[in-house]
Each structure stands twice: as structure tokens, then as C-alpha cells.
């Protein structure tokens, strides 16, 4: 938490933190008397000291709050990913690991067109092409690269795709790699990954918010004997669904953003830690692999060799001064 406590005033704070915890406030207090919203309202637009006394108050309350899901935003993220013992999102793991074998399947079936078409040097259908197209770039973003790396949700499974591209496309393990990538990444950059992290984050803390506001409605009812609006019963619950969809398509985008990072910028991290630049590409697989090993398992003799002139900088830099 004190890592983050710089971003406590941004606007990426704003909007994935501050917002959800402002929208609850709102519906709370619709929940618990819709009148007294409206005469909030009409205070705070009739007087001016009211009107900045609510205004702090309710902001500060948002803020806090909003620290609150800062603080716990990594269980947050597992237990929508589907991980923890008890998570009850396992019990859909069924659904996706059956529509991930709907489109390996039908990945297959247009590959093996594919490739009769070439063999009987016949053009293969325009309409057959864009959606074997479609079919790869949907594996290749919304699941990891193998069935055993499946999660039970399809926010969990958006996230394992771009945890695993660097690995699958390099050898560079990225749970543990990315925080050595960050030290390289240019801060303009770094700032469009972290808004689009803030819309991902966004969308995570409005789903608890709205189980929060379905919580707290029927909890209240049941207290005062108050018959429960289904209207309202079944808007969280549309409300809540639409939340972990929303996440997930801005999962992607922020996906991209990660997977161009370890593109365009792994070389440098090479060059920060005085190593070789890789001539193959079955090279660089070999050199990154053994990186991985060393920072995971704290295995120096797995460390890349360090190029003869990885210290020239140093030494001119000292010499200067």
C-alpha cells in the first residue's frame, strides 16, 4: 500500500479507486432514503457553507474509501481471477474450460482447411480466412497458451494470456521480469499503462460495489420489514454482470499495452544489466530462459555473462567527475 501512496492524488486514482467508492455512497444513501438525496441536493445548491461541508465530507469518505480498495486491489484481482481456496468462481471453470475447447476446436477445423486448400493448390474462402483470423486472435487474447494454465474466469484467463506472451514468445518469464522491465520503461509510456490500468480497475472495484449496494439493499429490507423492489434486486444484478464484462474488454486493451512493453523495450532491460544482445532468436529463447531461472529461484550461476565492456559506463562516469 505505501508503494502506491504517490498515486493517491492522480487522476488513474480517480477514476479506478475514488469513482467506485463515490457511486456507492450515492446509492447508498438513494437506498436508505431516497428523499434525503434530493434534500442533500437542494442544501448543498442553496447553501454555500452546507454545500462545502458536504462536499469535503463526502469527498473525504471516497477518498478513504478509496484507499481502502487500493489497499486490497491485488485480493480483489485474484479472487475475480479465480484463484483462493474457497473462491466460489471455481464453479464455473466448467464454462470456460468448455469454451476453450470450442475454439481450439474450430481453430483446427479451419487449419486443416487451410491446409487442404494448399495441398489441392486451391484458394482458400475469403469468408473461411477472416474467421480462422478471428478464431487465432481470439486464443491468442483471451487464453493462456496451454489448457493447464486455464483459469475458471474469463477476466482471469484475459489476464494469463499477457502473462504468458513474453514467456511463449521469448522465454522471459513476466510475473517476475516485469518489475526489472519497469526500471527501462520510459515514464511517458509507463503512464498509458497505468491508465489503462485505471479503466480496468474501474470496472474490478464497481463489481464489488455493486454486490456491496445488493448486500446492503436486502440486508436493509429484511431489518425494516420493507418489501424489496425487484426492480431494483434484478438492476444490481445487470448491473453487477455488465462490471466483470466491462473489466475484461479493458483487461485487453491494458494487455496490449503490456505485450508491446516487453516488444520494444526487453533489449534495453539487456543492456541496463550489461548482457549480450541475442543474434537468434533461439538465442535470445535460451538467454532469457536462464534470466528467469536465476531471478526466480536466486540462482547466480544461471545469470547471462556479462559483456567485457559492461563497466566502460561506470568508468567513464566516474573518470568525469
Excluded at 479465480?82 to 475447447?101: Q, S
Excluded at 486443416?112 to 486472435?137: H, Q, S
Excluded at 473489466?247 to 520494444?264: H, L, P
Aim: charged share 25%.
Amino acid at each position: 500500500m505505501f508503494g502506491e501512496l504517490p498515486k493517491l492524488f492522480d487522476r488513474n486514482f480517480v477514476i479506478g479507486f475514488f469513482l467506485p467508492v463515490a457511486i456507492f455512497i450515492i446509492f447508498s444513501i438513494l437506498i436508505v432514503n431516497p428523499y434525503t438525496f434530493g434534500t442533500l441536493a437542494i442544501d448543498f445548491l442553496q447553501t454555500d457553507l452546507l454545500a462545502g461541508t458536504t462536499a469535503i465530507g463526502l469527498g473525504l469518505l471516497a477518498w478513504v474509501g478509496g484507499i481502502v480498495l487500493l489497499a486490497i486491489n491485488r485480493d480483489l484481482y485474484r479472487l475475480m481471477e479465480g484463484y483462493l481456496k474457497y473462491n466460489p468462481l471455481k464453479l464455473f471453470g466448467w464454462m470456460e474450460k468448455r469454451r476453450y475447447h470450442k475454439v481450439t476446436s474450430e481453430l483446427e477445423k479451419l487449419d486443416d482447411e487451410y491446409r487442404e486448400c494448399i495441398k489441392l493448390g486451391k484458394e482458400f474462402p475469403v469468408e473461411a480466412n477472416t474467421r480462422r483470423n478471428e478464431v487465432m486472435r481470439q486464443l491468442a487474447e483471451e487464453f493462456p497458451d496451454k489448457e493447464e494454465y486455464l483459469l475458471p474466469t474469463p477476466f482471469g484467463n484475459v489476464l494469463r494470456s499477457f502473462e504468458v506472451y513474453p514467456r511463449y514468445m521469448y522465454g522471459f518469464e513476466a510475473i517476475d521480469g516485469w518489475g526489472r522491465l519497469l526500471a527501462v520503461i520510459p515514464r511517458d509510456y509507463l503512464e498509458l499503462i497505468d491508465a489503462a490500468r485505471a479503466q480496468v480497475d474501474f470496472w474490478v472495484n464497481l463489481g464489488v460495489v455493486f454486490i456491496l449496494l445488493q448486500i446492503e439493499y436486502i440486508s436493509l429490507a429484511f431489518i425494516t420489514g420493507t418489501p424489496l423492489k425487484w426492480w431494483v434486486v434484478l438492476l444490481f444484478i445487470a448491473l453487477g454482470t455488465l462490471a466483470p464484462m466491462r473489466a475484461t474488454s479493458s483487461a485487453r486493451e491494458w494487455g496490449d499495452f503490456v505485450k508491446s512493453a516487453f516488444d520494444v523495450y526487453r533489449f534495453n532491460l539487456l543492456e541496463s544489466l550489461g548482457i549480450h544482445l541475442p543474434k537468434t532468436r533461439e538465442e535470445e529463447k535460451i538467454l532469457w530462459g536462464k534470466y528467469s531461472q536465476a531471478i526466480i529461484y536466486r540462482l547466480p550461476d544461471r545469470l547471462p555473462d556479462l559483456k567485457k565492456d559492461a563497466s566502460k559506463p561506470a568508468a567513464k562516469k566516474a573518470k568525469s567527475k
